[in-house]
């Protein structure tokens, strides 16, 4: 299967760069049948990818370890459901799974591009598999995941083990496909540049695939916690890490780029500022895989010493040059069709939105490069960690959650004063109200307060609004208010996914200021029998088991939870030690409620039976995990195909809806 | 060479040969009479009406909810009204579509602009979108208003 592999790989190149070059010549030479040579070449170069990607699953599968990237991540003890984490495992196999999904989701865009980008896809097509091009070209000469070993060895080296864990399966295929798919919205958006079409024309599709990168980043970011709180043993789940900031920035300029595009479609303004956003996004992407790939920062995630580092960051280098270049050339056209009516509208809320996730994504950026810059200058490495992120961040995204509450109350064009006060009047009560109460009860941090009462301020308006929404659909059909909401939902879809998804980030904000400000942490080195008192908890070690596993040596402690002398369960938590990784890897025992977190996790076993544990209560966290499913839920609401029904049909007619009209006579 | 690499070797030549074929195609195929072109704006059309629906759609609930005065609320709607009713203009004079549909729709447009002048917003029976009174059927559901005021 290697050999396969290889050749499609090469085939797939062949077809890239070909599509590159053929879409733009086409298009210069006005010759369709080129264009459309173009287009099946990179359909063709999609399947030659499903071909290698074939390949490598079943080597994995049949356990190849001819093939050198099979014996680096795979074993005969490795069960194959491991088979499509080993895949993406190293940088090989990483690069040949964003080569196959940049095929994938290129061809449906294009297939599924709207009519009126028709002039501007050979561009477009030609952005997609320029960067196909490249992704081929550095895998089939520097990263091959098809090179083979000189001889073949009777086991492989194994998967690491902090990548067997359910998160993993999710986490960085959904960060990687997150990255890689902003080049689809970028792609449209300088395809519809260099053709001239400098209005709105790309605004739809770009949303749409830009709406699927951010979820795609979201959902990963989130799983990437959650495997980080369960797994890594620190109780934690946000570090400040470089390449989670990595793919934190590119995420903040797409929450920038999906607010204002909204701005550009309804009132056709903004143009300019969409086009730096969406080339800022993609240079921050490609920030992220160089770092990934042989960028200078050490990380937990990094695919280690990479000789890739130098080829990624000219990559980058161009990826940021051009565009902007082509921005410069096409800049006297990219005029907005309206200037903002007012500085109380949505269209200014949105404005100040993007400058503030604009903001929050360079100081991260600057935190990243910092220790780089201080290294080339002042001989001297100083990194960066979580306080200074902590303090110029934590009151920025204060600011955002305060914007999440009023821009949404805020209508379009501008707002009278009267009827914003009527608008925020109840919103600002319940926030008032919640603060006071917390006050009363004993809250005094200054910080957490404001987040809370910012939260209470957006659940408000969003609930207030449902409810008015609901209860008009209740008086004017007679609908029970179960069905009138629902239907209230189906009826604006965008706008209430939007809803949605800002309630999932309250929940998020729950979980990081409950953790941030609450969390009560203990170690303690506990012999069987010894118990201790944690928060509201009495946690009692009954003992630990050993038990020796083909690649591993598992320590299984078994602990008993009581609260008010009253017993609520039995944990386990484990820490396993593996030789040939010479790492240990643990999972934490978690009683999970609405409340809070009693996380226990097991740091070090002793020769004598005792076990060295930290213990966290973590308030408010299982609100983070709750709010992925919540915010998957308001992307697909948001994204669901909507028909626009037309202001004044006529009654002895069908609705009319676009591409419903009777075609000529 | 083993019976792998063969087989191998011989699903990559399979593989090349069908892409070579896939790309070649749009060249020995006939070319297909230039009316992509034609039909690709009308759904441009289309899309420019589909946005200026939703705007009202949004308009309307924003009306709704309390946070547009009636005034604001009815100079907007008439805008997006003369708007969507430009685009249908633009298409009737272009000779695209159907001539008696496209014009059937800017009568209606033109006669919800004059109701609206006057007219008060009422909830439509069936999807309780406001309405402006004496508008024969709902903007977004084509429900008939019948007796409602």
Redesign the interface.
């Known amino acids: 299967m290697a050999d396969l592999g290889a050749i499609s790989l090469w085939i797939a190149l062949a077809l890239a760069a070909y599509s590159t070059v053929g879409s733009v010549a086409g298009k210069l030479r006005l010759s369709p049948a080129l264009v459309e040579s173009a287009q099946s070449a990179m359909y063709a170069a999609g399947l030659a990818l499903l071909v290698a990607t074939f390949s490598l699953v079943t080597a994995f599968i049949n356990r190849d370890f001819e093939i050198a990237y099979v014996a680096a991540h795979s074993d005969l003890a490795m069960p194959n459901n491991l088979t499509w984490v080993a895949f993406y495992a190293g940088n090989e196999g990483s690069l040949l799974y964003i080569s196959t999904v940049l095929a994938i989701i290129s061809a449906i865009a294009i297939w599924r591009a709207p009519e009126k980008l028709k002039d501007a896809l050979p561009y477009t097509t030609a952005v997609l598999m320029l960067t196909l091009t490249f992704f081929l070209a550095v895998m089939t000469v520097m990263a091959n995941p098809f090179d083979k070993l000189p001889f073949v060895p009777l086991d492989g080296e194994g998967i690491n083990p902090l990548l067997t864990h359910l998160g993993m399966f999710f986490h960085p295929p959904a960060l990687m496909a997150g990255l890689i798919g902003i080049t689809v919205p970028f792609a449209f958006a300088t395809g519809a540049l260099l053709a001239g079409k400098t209005g709105d024309e790309w605004v739809d599709a770009g949303r749409v695939w830009a709406i699927l990168s951010w979820a795609l980043l979201a959902g990963g970011l989130l799983l990437g916690s959650w495997w980080a709180y369960t797994i890594l043993g620190w109780g934690g789940f946000w570090f400040w890490d470089p390449v989670e900031i990595a793919a934190f920035m590119p995420w903040l300029v797409l929450t920038a780029f999906i607010h204002s595009i909204m701005v550009q479609k309804r009132r056709g303004m903004f143009r300019m500022w969409n086009i730096i956003l969406i080339n800022v996004a993609l240079g921050l992407a490609l920030y992220g895989m160089f770092m990934n790939r042989g960028g200078s920062v050490p990380s937990v995630h990094s695919f280690g010493a990479s000789a890739l580092g130098w080829v990624f960051l000219l990559f980058l280098a161009i990826g940021v040059a051009v565009p902007f270049a082509i921005f410069i050339w096409r800049y006297p056209l990219l005029k907005s069709a309206r200037e903002l009516d007012s500085m109380l509208s949505r269209e200014a809320a949105f404005l100040v939105n993007n400058l503030l996730l604009l903001a929050i994504a360079f100081v991260s950026l600057w935190g990243t490069v910092y220790p780089l810059l201080s290294r080339l200058f002042a001989d001297e490495e100083i990194t960066v960690a979580r306080p200074f992120y902590d303090q110029v961040n934590g009151p920025l995204m204060l600011g955002l959650i305060f914007l999440m509450g009023i821009g949404p109350l805020v209508p379009w064009r501008k707002a009278s004063l009267s009827s914003l006060r009527k608008s925020l009047l109840p919103p600002a009560v319940v926030g008032l109200a919640t603060v006071g109460i917390l006050f009363s009860l004993g809250l005094h941090k200054d910080y957490a307060l404001i987040a809370f009462g910012l939260s209470a301020v957006v659940t408000a308006g969003i609930l207030l609004e449902w409810y008015r929404g609901t209860r008009s659909r209740h008086r004017g059909t007679g609908e029970n208010y179960a069905i009138a909401f629902l239907h209230l939902i189906w009826a604006n879809r965008p706008r209430y996914g939007g809803y949605i998804v800002h309630l999932s980030i309250v929940m998020l904000a729950l979980g990081i200021v409950g953790t941030s400000f609450f969390s009560t942490k203990l170690d303690i080195v506990l012999s069987p029998g010894d118990s201790v008192a944690v928060g509201d908890y009495d946690v009692v070690f009954l003992g630990s088991v050993e038990t020796l596993m083909s690649n591993r040596t598992e320590f299984t402690s078994t602990l008993e939870v009581y609260q008010g002398g009253k017993f609520l369960e039995t944990l386990e938590t484990t820490r396993a030690f593996y030789p040939s990784f010479n790492m240990a890897s643990t999972r934490a025992a978690i009683r999970s409620t609405p409340v809070e977190d009693l996380f226990i996790v097991p740091s070090e076993n002793l020769a004598d039976g005792s076990v060295g544990f930290r213990i966290l209560v973590n308030p408010l966290i299982w609100w983070m995990w709750v709010a992925g499913p919540v915010m998957l839920v308001g992307t697909v609401v948001a994204l669901w195909p909507q028909k626009i029904r037309a202001p004044a049909p006529a009654p002895s007619r069908p609705r009319f809806a676009p591409g419903s009209r009777p075609s000529a006579a | 060479m083993d019976a ?2 063969v ?3 011989f ?2 030549a399979v ?2 040969v ?2 070579f074929a ?6 020995v195929r006939g ?1 297909q009479p230039e009316s ?2 034609s ?2 704006a ?3 059309e ?2 420019a ?3 200026i ?7 309307d ?2 009306f ?6 009636e005034e ?1 609320f009815k100079t ?1 709607f008439q805008a ?2 003369v708007q ?1 009713a430009t685009v249908l203009r633009d298409q009737l004079e272009e ?5 008696a ?1 496209v014009l ?2 800017e009568i ?2 033109a ?2 602009d004059q109701e609206s002048a006057d007219g008060q917003a009422v ?6 979108a406001a309405v402006l009174e004496g ?3 709902c ?4 429900a ?1 208003m019948g007796s409602q005021s």
């Open positions: 792998e690499t087989i191998s070797i699903f990559g593989l090349a069908f892409s896939v790309v070649g195609y749009a060249f070319r992509e072109s039909a690709g009308p759904k441009t289309d899309q009406l589909a946005d629906f939703d705007a009202i759609n949004t308009l609930l924003e709704q909810l309390g946070r547009l005065a604001d907007q997006y009204r969507a000779g695209r579509g159907d001539p549909w059937e729709q209606l447009l006669r919800g909830t439509c029976p069936d999807c309780s508008t024969p059927a903007p977004h559901c084509g008939e």
